[in-house]
C-alpha cells in the first residue's frame, strides 16, 4: 500500500474527539480532565495549529472545569464525549449532532468499547458501529484521518475480545486517501489504583498521568500525518 498524502500544518487542523467518558471527563471532585487536555498542552507546545471540534462543550457535572492549556491560552472544550455510553450510542447521538454546518473533521480520535465490555457480541456492539462510525465521517471529508484507540485494560477478557475486531477494523478500512490507525493505549498501562504508580482514578478513569499517557500515543499518531511537523 503506497504511503498515505501527509497533512500539512499550514491552517488548523480539526481535531475531533468521540468517546464515553473517558473522552468527556468533567467530574467535579477530581482532575478528570481526559486526554483532551494534555493532547492540546502537547500540540500547542509543538507549534502546531489545531482547533478540537464538536457539539459538546461541558464535562460531566456543571462545575468541573478545564485550566488554561498555557499561560493566556485557554483550554478548547469542545468534543464528542458522552459518560456512561456504549459505542452504538455514542455513534447515533454523533450522527444526530453533526450537521451540515459543522466543522469537517481532519481527524477523529476515537475511543469506545469500555461501557460495551460486559455485553458480549462484540462484532455487533462494538465493530458494527464503529465501522458504522468511520463510513459516517467519510462522508463529511472523504480524506478523514481516522484513529481507533485500543482499550486501557490489561485486565479486562472484554478488552482483550475486542482489541483483534478494532484491529481488523483499521486494517480493512484503512486507505491511502483516508488512513484509518490503531493506538495502543493498553501499551505501559496501569489501570489498577492499589497499585504503585496507576494510571486511573478507579480502573477504567484515567488520572492525571494517565491522561498525559494517552494524549503522548494519541499525539505520535497524529504526526505520522503531519507533512511538516
Same mark, same amino acid.
Given at each position: 500500500?503506497?504511503?498515505?498524502?501527509?497533512?500539512?500544518?499550514?491552517?488548523?487542523?480539526?481535531?475531533?474527539?468521540?468517546?464515553?467518558?473517558?473522552?468527556?471527563?468533567?467530574?467535579?471532585?477530581?482532575?478528570?480532565?481526559?486526554?483532551?487536555?494534555? @493532547?492540546?498542552?502537547?500540540?500547542?507546545?509543538?507549534?502546531?495549529?489545531?482547533?478540537?471540534?464538536?457539539?459538546?462543550?461541558?464535562? %460531566?457535572?456543571?462545575?468541573? *472545569?478545564?485550566?488554561?492549556?498555557?499561560?493566556?491560552?485557554?483550554?478548547?472544550?469542545?468534543?464528542?464525549?458522552?459518560?456512561?455510553?456504549?459505542?452504538?450510542?455514542?455513534?447515533?447521538?454523533?450522527?444526530?449532532?453533526?450537521?451540515?454546518?459543522?466543522?469537517?473533521?481532519?481527524?477523529?480520535?476515537?475511543? @469506545?468499547?469500555?461501557?460495551?465490555?460486559?455485553?458480549?457480541?462484540?462484532?455487533?456492539?462494538?465493530?458494527?458501529?464503529?465501522?458504522?462510525?468511520i463510513e459516517? %465521517?467519510?462522508?463529511?471529508?472523504?480524506?478523514?484521518?481516522?484513529?481507533?484507540?485500543? @482499550?486501557?485494560?490489561?485486565?479486562?477478557?472484554?478488552?482483550?475480545?475486542?482489541?483483534?475486531?478494532?484491529?481488523? @477494523?483499521?486494517?480493512?478500512?484503512? *486507505?491511502?486517501?483516508?488512513?484509518?490507525?490503531?493506538?495502543?493505549?493498553? *501499551?505501559?498501562?496501569?489501570?489498577?489504583?492499589?497499585?504503585?504508580?496507576?494510571?486511573?482514578f478507579d480502573?477504567?478513569?484515567?488520572?492525571?498521568?494517565?491522561?498525559?499517557?494517552?494524549?503522548?500515543?494519541?499525539?505520535?499518531?497524529?504526526?505520522?500525518?503531519?507533512?511538516?511537523?
Amino acid at each position: 500500500m503506497s504511503k498515505p498524502e501527509a497533512f500539512s500544518t499550514a491552517a488548523p487542523i480539526q481535531i475531533l474527539c468521540i468517546g464515553d467518558s473517558i473522552t468527556q471527563g468533567g467530574k467535579a471532585d477530581r482532575d478528570e480532565y481526559t486526554y483532551r487536555y494534555p @493532547l492540546q498542552q502537547i500540540l500547542h507546545e509543538a507549534n502546531i495549529p489545531f482547533d478540537f471540534i464538536g457539539s459538546r462543550q461541558a464535562g %460531566l457535572q456543571p462545575a468541573a *472545569s478545564w485550566p488554561e492549556i498555557a499561560p493566556g491560552i485557554p483550554f478548547d472544550p469542545d468534543h464528542e464525549g458522552y459518560y456512561g455510553n456504549k459505542t452504538a450510542e455514542v455513534v447515533a447521538k454523533v450522527k444526530a449532532a453533526w450537521t451540515e454546518a459543522s466543522p469537517t473533521p481532519d481527524f477523529a480520535l476515537i475511543h @469506545l468499547g469500555t461501557n460495551d465490555q460486559k455485553h458480549g457480541d462484540y462484532e455487533k456492539n462494538v465493530q458494527a458501529p464503529l465501522r458504522d462510525l468511520i463510513e459516517f %465521517l467519510r462522508t463529511k471529508n472523504p480524506r478523514v484521518v481516522v484513529l481507533l484507540g485500543h @482499550l486501557n485494560f490489561n485486565d479486562s477478557e472484554g478488552a482483550f475480545q475486542i482489541r483483534p475486531l478494532v484491529q481488523s @477494523l483499521a486494517e480493512t478500512l484503512d *486507505s491511502p486517501e483516508s488512513p484509518v490507525r490503531t493506538v495502543a493505549h493498553y *501499551s505501559d498501562w496501569q489501570e489498577n489504583p492499589d497499585q504503585p504508580e496507576p494510571d486511573t482514578f478507579d480502573w477504567a478513569h484515567p488520572n492525571q498521568q494517565g491522561q498525559k499517557k494517552m494524549a503522548q500515543k494519541w499525539f505520535a499518531a497524529i504526526k505520522t500525518q503531519l507533512s511538516d511537523f
